[in-house]
């Protein structure tokens, strides 16, 4: 069955960088296109951006054209969400999400807490 | 970007009663709008695509529809299992937008 598995929860302080990993199963993970979306505390869902798993590509929503790198590890059906220099808002929990023409299947989501 | 304006931002509601939740494109979208349900602590799961296609499993009570711009939400006789929150994405343009959401709750 398809699967998109994230990694643990995450705590930082401000100024930190981290690195979240969704690992995708089941299905030929270049065949759909990763996308992002956060949502902070008790907030709706904030999209992020998307990564082209065929070209590596990303694109970033305008709110996440700082700090924020898409990247692969096509060989381990792997994508990463990379934050540099932490901000207090950057607490939420982030998604990954296989995309065909919607958010057709969703990771389990990864906390992130951010705070000195 | 297209927004999407969606309504209620809350909604008490009663077991087996009528339950419909608005989205409002901000421009034409055609049928590119998904509906997605969120239990507590859970991620989203996709409901409604292109509209009005209901996605693998999930039960007939639930039902899309479009008039306009203006996309509704149905849920014709309202479960337990269905409190959560709700939310409606267009997919006709990138970036991709999702409404407020609307939080489900029982009365």
């Known amino acids: 069955q398809i699967q998109l598995v994230q990694s643990g929860p995450e705590l930082k302080k401000p100024g930190e960088s981290l690195k979240i990993s969704c690992k995708a199963s089941g299905y030929t993970f270049t065949d759909y296109a990763m996308q992002w979306v956060k949502q902070a505390p008790g907030k709706g869902l904030q999209y992020m951006g998307w990564i082209n798993t065929q070209t590596g590509k990303p694109t970033y929503a305008d709110d996440f054209k700082e700090r924020f790198v898409f990247s692969l590890e096509t060989s381990a059906s792997t994508a990463y969400l990379q934050i540099n220099n932490l901000k207090n808002e950057d607490t939420a929990t982030y998604f990954c999400?296989?995309?065909?023409?919607?958010?057709?299947?969703w990771g389990q989501g990864v906390m992130v807490t951010v705070s000195s | 970007d297209i927004q999407m304006t969606q309504s209620p931002a809350s909604l008490s509601a009663s077991l087996e009663e009528i339950v419909t939740i608005t989205c409002q494109a901000s421009?034409?979208?055609?049928?590119?709008l998904a509906w997605y349900q969120q239990k507590p602590g859970k991620s989203p799961q996709l409901l409604i695509y292109?509209?009005?296609s209901l996605a693998d499993g999930v039960p007939s009570r639930f039902s899309g529809s479009r008039s306009g711009t203006q996309y509704s939400l149905k849920i014709s006789r309202l479960q337990v299992e269905d409190i959560g929150s709700y939310y409606c994405?267009?997919?006709?343009?990138?970036?991709?937008?999702f409404g407020g959401g609307t939080k489900l709750e029982l009365k």
């Open positions: 421009q034409d979208i055609g049928n590119w």
């Open positions: 292109d509209a009005t």
């Open positions: 999400a296989r995309y065909d023409y919607y958010f057709d299947y």
């Open positions: 994405q267009q997919a006709h343009s990138n970036p991709w937008t």
